[in-house]
C-alpha cells in the first residue's frame, strides 16, 4: 500500500522568510508521480507540481523549488522569500504510474506567513 | 484556461435525504474522480471513472453512493441517503490523458456538504 507522511501540521513564519514543507512517502513500486497541491483559505485545490519517479532532477519555478530525493523517499517543497499570499494548506500526493490512478494525500501542513 | 467546474458550491440536507453534486470536467479530459475532504482533514479518494465505468472506488464508497455522466459533460455524484458523517467538502477531478497534462489531476472549487 501507498502511504504520504507530512510531518509538519502547522508551520507559521514571518513574511521573507524560506521556508520548507517536508514530504516523505511509502510506496513499493518503482514507477510513480509525485504531486504537490496549494489549498488557500478559500477552499480549492491548486495544481503545483508534478514529478515522476524516473527524473530526480530538482525543479524551481520562480519562488518555489522542489527536492526529490529517492534515496530518502521525499519530495520537500521549499519556498523562497515567503509572502503572505503563500498562507495556505499544502498537501503533497502520490500517485501510481498508470493511466487514472487514484492520488494518495498526506495529511497537509498549515502554513501562515505573517507580514 | 479550462477548469473544473462544480455545482453547488454549498448544499444542505436533512439527514436521509438523497443529495446530488455535479461537476463539469474539463472537456478533452478522459478520467473523472471524486474525493472528499472532511473539515480539518486530509482529502481521501472516493471513485475513479473511466470509458463510462467505474475503474477504482474506495471502503468510503459504498452502495449509499453512486456516480454517472449522463450526458457527456456532467459528472455527478449521488448520495442516496445522507448521513451526519456525509458532512465533508466534495472534490471533482479530471485527468488528461496526453501531453502536458497526463496523469495530473485538476479539481474543481469543492462543494460544502452540511447534513443536519
Known amino acids: 500500500a501507498q502511504k504520504v507522511t507530512q510531518a509538519q501540521t502547522e508551520i507559521s513564519v514571518v513574511e521573507k522568510e524560506d521556508v520548507t514543507l517536508d514530504c516523505v512517502y511509502e510506496t513499493r513500486d518503482t514507477t510513480y508521480y509525485l504531486f504537490w497541491y496549494k489549498q488557500p483559505p478559500s477552499g480549492e485545490l491548486v495544481f503545483l507540481i508534478r514529478?515522476?519517479?524516473?527524473?530526480?532532477q530538482n525543479e524551481i519555478s520562480g519562488r518555489y523549488s522542489w527536492n526529490f530525493q529517492k534515496s530518502t523517499s521525499s519530495f520537500n517543497f521549499t519556498i523562497t522569500a515567503s509572502q503572505v499570499v503563500d498562507s495556505a494548506v499544502y498537501f503533497c500526493?502520490?500517485?501510481?504510474?498508470?493511466?487514472?490512478?487514484?492520488?494518495?494525500f498526506g495529511q497537509g501542513t498549515e502554513l501562515s506567513v505573517k507580514p | 484556461e479550462p477548469e473544473v467546474t462544480q455545482t453547488p458550491s454549498h448544499q444542505v440536507t436533512q439527514m436521509g435525504q438523497e443529495v446530488i453534486l455535479r461537476c463539469v470536467p474539463i472537456s478533452n479530459h478522459l478520467y473523472f474522480y471524486w474525493y472528499r475532504q472532511i473539515l480539518g482533514q486530509k482529502v481521501e479518494f472516493l471513485v475513479s471513472?473511466?470509458?463510462?465505468?467505474?475503474?477504482?472506488k474506495s471502503e468510503i464508497f459504498d452502495d449509499q453512493f453512486s456516480v454517472e455522466r449522463p450526458d457527456g459533460s456532467n459528472f455527478t455524484l449521488k448520495i442516496r441517503s445522507t448521513k451526519l458523517e456525509d458532512s465533508a467538502m466534495y472534490f471533482c477531478?479530471?485527468?488528461?490523458?496526453?501531453?502536458?497534462?497526463?496523469?495530473?489531476?485538476?479539481f474543481g472549487a469543492g462543494t460544502r456538504l452540511s447534513v443536519l
Open positions: 500526493a502520490l500517485t501510481l504510474y498508470n493511466q487514472g490512478g487514484k492520488l494518495i
Open positions: 471513472f473511466y470509458n463510462n465505468e467505474i475503474s477504482e
Open positions: 477531478a479530471s485527468g488528461g490523458v496526453t501531453g502536458e497534462s497526463k496523469n495530473i489531476q485538476y
Open positions: 514529478r515522476n519517479s524516473f527524473d530526480e
